[in-house]
């Protein structure tokens, strides 16, 4: 098993250019998410699926879009990049369903800069 | 609303010796607790979990946390410290909501130096 996969693992961009992050995971998993790191923020919930079909806001989905593709792909995309989306983006992946609490599983992560 | 405090942004220790990083929470009902580590340029790797069952949890490399619900704490320990305990950790709780999602908020992070 992969567990969860992240391309590129890193990326430098112009301001106005766009993106997308690709991830994907072979556990099986219904729910997915982005996050992005950034010094002294811990990180934050950019956007989730909670299952195949699905997707919503988190807690910081300015300049951002997803797209659930299927069970196992969930794709990030920067319309128009900005030197403020400068950080490390992590996808995960859970288990996760009504009334169940499981662990996320973290790819590798993306670094990506905005110049 | 829940949140979770790391209350100290580094924490450095000899080689050897005895490590704690301190983590108090707040949720309005019973969460699941968790502490990650981050290695340097690396994806965060789960240590260890409290789901209400036993509150002394034990994790991977020699790491256990006790749950103490009347303190609201979750504090990671660890006997003796090796140097390749180095890395960023990460508190984090979560909570079912009626979504059917986790709602998962972390703490900041404590950045673990161990002195050779």
């Known amino acids: 098993n992969a567990g969860v996969t992240q391309t590129p693992k890193f990326q430098v961009l112009k301001t106005g250019q766009s993106m997308t992050l690709q991830c994907a995971q072979d556990m099986n998993h219904n729910s997915m998410y982005w996050y992005r790191q950034d010094p002294g923020m811990g990180l934050r919930l950019i956007y989730y699926?909670?299952?195949?079909?699905?997707?919503d806001k988190g807690e910081v989905p300015n300049g951002y879009n997803v797209s659930r593709l299927n069970k196992r792909e969930f794709s990030l995309r920067l319309e128009s990049a900005a030197p403020s989306q400068t950080s490390v983006y992590f996808c995960?992946?859970?288990?996760?369903?009504?009334?169940?609490?499981?662990?996320?599983?973290f790819g590798p992560g993306t670094r990506l800069t905005v110049l | 609303a829940q949140s979770v405090t790391q209350l100290d942004s580094h924490v450095s220790v000899s080689e050897g010796t005895p490590v704690l990083l301190r983590c108090n929470y707040s949720?309005?009902?019973?969460?699941?607790l968790f502490w990650y580590v981050q290695h340097p340029n690396k994806g965060l790797q789960l240590l260890l979990k409290y789901t209400s069952a036993a509150t002394l949890v034990k994790g991977i490399n020699g790491f256990e946390a006790e749950f103490k619900k009347s303190e609201t704490s979750f504090h990671l320990t660890k006997p003796s410290a090796h140097m390749s305990d180095a890395a960023e950790y990460f508190c984090v709780v979560s909570l079912d909501n009626s979504g059917g999602y986790q709602k998962v908020t972390f703490g900041i992070g404590t950045k673990l130096q161990v002195i050779p």
């Open positions: 995960a992946s859970s288990e996760a369903g009504w009334g169940r609490r499981n662990e996320q599983f």
């Open positions: 949720s309005s009902y019973s969460p699941s």
């Open positions: 699926s909670a299952s195949e079909g699905t997707t």
